[in-house]
């Protein structure tokens, strides 16, 4: 898996000094990148489209933004990096005295060298974001002030990457492509939501495997709105964020908070003996809250490390790549491909010997185990499944009344469904 992460740190890094928003160029840009690990179908939605309760906003582009002092040097450019301008800022070419620029600068006091991450979707404004110690250091007099940008209707952009299943029932997997320069806090789901896309198509998985890629809150809101006639295949799904950081995983529960996928991650985080956090849902996060508004209810969780807001450097330039590790990452994904694996691989059987226990030796399920090291974990699977192979119990209930690894009991409903004892 060290590979893998490596792999996946250096698409971080490719993508970071990218500047996204809701919408524009930067968010094309992006899906062109990923478009090279992954094939994209990529969706331009016009400004104006209801979309729900909301409209899609018109698209803002940026080419340059700067605070210069009265010798000409830039003193805040957005060439170093894109966080330095307020996210939406109207354009504006003014000079100003610092007292009137102070009320159109942000900046993080308790973390002086620090630059925040700011925005306006809604309210036409224009800003400038920097470290305090910047600001600290700039003398009065007055500065050239300007934003080089481009708020017109134009589109909302999103993609989508589907992995063909056995069934057309989905597991939708979301990630948000709106944040400029933040590693952790979307960088790093963009990159586990592509490399796990690219190791389910070496497979053949059970479910049809829906990746989306679009900014967040309005693109998800986008997405639903245009798959109304998709949604009830919408089985389960993953909302991956913030999957890069050195903090335990935590996942957070769907609205409903017995949905399969809540069932699953909770099995394979505590079954892996990973140290873990499972939070109950809020209204409030990532596009979690859209898929699980009431009127979707969707069975759609979201897995992070350390949460939105919990960890000092969320929305700050200390989210840079040296925040995320390629083991961390890596970590994420193998836990997205544990619990799929399991969400693939749970049926519910029934019992087509149901009258006192069958005859495994004569079927030659006992021979199978022979030599085996965990033979008797593996005789105790099939013993399981045959009790409570019913109709009304899935594999992920035997697992976890039994205490028994998923695995094994897997391996053993293939064993007693070759062998004619159950069926699906």
Known sequence: MTAVGEEMHALVERLYPLCRSITGDGVRATLDIVGEYVPLQVHEVPTGTQVLDWTV??????RDAYIADGTGRRVVDFAESSLHVLGYSVPVSRTMPLTELREHLHTLPDHPNWVPYRTSYYKPEWGFCLAQETLDALPDGDYEVRVDSTLADGHLTYAEHVVPGQVADEVIVSCHTCHPSLANDNLAGIAVATFLARALARETPYYTYRFIYAPGTIGAITWLARNAERIERVKHGLVLACAGDSGQLTYKQSRRGDAEIDRVLRHVLSASERPHHINEFTPYGYDERQYCSPGFNLGVGSLSRTPYAGYPEYHTSADNPDFVSP??????????????????RNRRYLNLSPYGEPQLGRRGLYDALGGRSDTKQAQMAMLWVLNLSDGEHSLLDVAERSGLPFDSVAGAADALHEAGLIKT
């Not at 906003?57 to 940026?62: C, L, M, R």
């Not at 083991?327 to 693939?344: G, K, N, S, Y």
Request: hydrophobic share 55%; aromatic share 8%; net charge negative.
């Open 327 to 344: 083991e961390a990452m890596a970590d994420t994904l193998a836990v997205c491909r544990e619990a799929f694996a399991v969400l693939d």
């Open 57 to 62: 906003p018109q698209e803002w582009n940026i």
